[in-house]
């Protein structure tokens, strides 16, 4: 039995090309999140309560690729939905993400001075 428009078939669906590159999208963004979580993770394998300025992968590019990867995993998502919700909370995420990753980024360059400068705060070279 199937649970969908006589128009559209459930079959058809994932071979839309908006379907494929949503979920291209998510798990691309569900791989730099994880590795952003773990990699964050790492810097304290100790409990110690210092900080550091993290190094490698995605942290090359921009200073929060947590937030990019999941920003990334809700745009796939609402790729493959292809609806309103999915587009709202993608624009709720960034409406998050975005203030989150500014704080962040500027608090990374106000305490280390050797920051590096072409780091972004958010996406890998425009922001």
Known sequence: MKYSSPKTPVGDYYMDPRFILGAALFLLGFCINRYADIKLRMLRPDESSGYAVPKGGPFELVSCPNYFGEML?????????????????FLFGCGTFIPRAMHNHKWYKDRFPDYPQKRRALIPFLY
């Not at 995993?73 to 909370?89: D, I, P, R, Y």
């Open 73 to 89: 995993e809700w745009f796939g998502w609402a790729l493959c939905t292809w609806s309103a919700a999915g587009l709202v909370w």
